[in-house]
């Protein structure tokens, strides 16, 4: 599956970005997917997971309850609406899928996913 996040750009400390991922070449609906950011100097961490079918999802604790997961299975599209965001939230932030044949499973380590977009930089001004 190809990956092409989009929505990234420079906000203000405070302010708000929804990141997209739009997928292509296979079934999306058989993927979770996940959000993970790498800030410069700093190995990539996870940000956000979602179920196949988006009943459920999990985040790294600094983004609970200012960050929400989302995704349009018709539209093959994941989506992260970002709030309140902080200047440590300054990443790239890339969306990564993970073939799955569980509808529960929300993978959160780096290695369980499979397929990988091109990241898209995020930078918040204090």
């Known amino acids: 599956v190809q990956l092409q996040a989009s929505g990234g750009g420079l906000v203000l400390a405070g302010g708000s970005l929804r990141l997209s991922c739009a997928a292509s070449?296979?079934?999306?609906?058989?993927?979770?997917m996940g959000w993970f950011r790498q800030a410069p100097g700093k190995e990539r961490e996870f940000v956000a997971a979602?179920?196949?079918?988006?009943?459920?999802?999990h985040y790294r604790d600094s983004v609970k309850g200012r960050s929400t997961i989302s995704r349009d299975n018709a539209k093959n599209t994941v989506y992260l609406q970002m709030n309140s965001l902080k200047h440590e939230d300054t990443a790239v932030y890339y969306c990564?899928?993970?073939?799955?044949?569980?509808?529960?499973?929300?993978?959160?380590?780096?290695?369980?996913?499979?397929?990988w977009g091109q990241g898209t930089l995020v930078t918040v001004s204090s």
């Open positions: 990564a899928a993970a073939q799955s044949s569980s509808t529960w499973a929300v993978p959160h380590r780096d290695d369980e996913f499979d397929y």
């Open positions: 979602i179920s196949r079918l988006g009943g459920i999802t």
């Open positions: 070449g296979r079934t999306f609906s058989n993927y979770t």
